[in-house]
């Protein structure tokens, strides 16, 4: 069973463009959901948790539908530098700790000028 | 910014061999992970350590790995005998007592089993 599926991609876009990134995971009881960014050969950095009623940090917009278990990610203006593998990521949902992580695939994002 | 340390950067072993990973970890975290990643393939979970102990480990983590807390600072992962299989990213995360801004990941340690 696949506990977080992501769309692989690669997507390539264009400087300026916006883009966005869907995400389902199976197991409901999880409580917790991020958005991790890695570059080639480098460890997961944590880009953004995701909260119920959704969330922003500048270009970047978090979505979650507890209902379809369905995440998003939005990447609106798209610079060089976030050029990278957009990592979905859910928690076990055991108790209040964070707990063991599952990891999608990632999807490979390319922006080009 | 605080981060996780992890050494060496890159390791090459024989099969057979022991290998021991190390970390340390952010000081005031209390939640200590590791994660592997094979070329290719998603991030996957090893062990979980919380109050000198593991409180979760995956199918993964048999006989052949082990942790330790050996002092105030560090983390370590060994593996006892290395297979060819074992080559992969090896990332160690720590995180705070409530969690809710996920972990933080070392740079990793990439493992080569010969």
């Known amino acids: 069973r696949k506990e977080v599926e992501q769309d692989p991609g690669p997507f390539n876009v264009p400087e300026g463009a916006t883009v966005a990134f869907n995400c389902t995971y199976s197991?409901?009881?999880?409580?917790?959901f991020f958005w991790y960014r890695q570059d080639c050969r480098k460890e997961p950095k944590l880009l953004m948790s995701?909260?119920?009623s959704g969330n922003e940090d500048g270009r970047f917009t978090a979505q979650l539908n507890r209902a379809s278990q369905y995440i998003s990610l939005l990447i609106r203006d798209s610079k060089l530098s976030d050029s990278a593998t957009y990592l979905c990521?859910?928690?076990?949902?055991?108790?209040?700790?964070?707990?063991?992580?599952?990891f999608g695939r990632g999807t490979q994002l390319t922006v080009w000028p | 910014e605080p981060e996780v340390t992890q050494t060496p950067s890159h390791q090459v072993t024989q099969m057979g061999q022991e290998v021991i990973l190390r970390c340390v970890p952010i000081?005031?975290?209390?939640?200590f992970y590791w994660y592997r990643q094979i070329l290719g393939q998603k991030v996957e979970f090893l062990v979980s350590f919380y109050n000198n102990e593991i409180s979760e480990k995956s199918e993964i983590f048999d006989d052949q790995f082990s942790v330790e807390r050996p002092d105030g600072s560090n983390f370590t992962l060994k593996i006892r005998s290395t297979k060819l299989e074992d080559s992969a990213m090896y990332f160690c995360?720590?995180?705070?007592?409530?969690?809710?801004?996920?972990?933080?990941f070392g740079s990793g340690t990439r493992l080569t089993v010969v």
């Open positions: 995360a720590s995180s705070e007592p409530t969690g809710g801004d996920g972990y933080t």
């Open positions: 000081s005031n975290h209390l939640y």
């Open positions: 197991n409901s009881a999880s409580q917790s």
């Open positions: 995701v909260y119920s």
């Open positions: 990521v859910v928690n076990a949902g055991r108790g209040s700790t964070l707990g063991r992580l599952y």
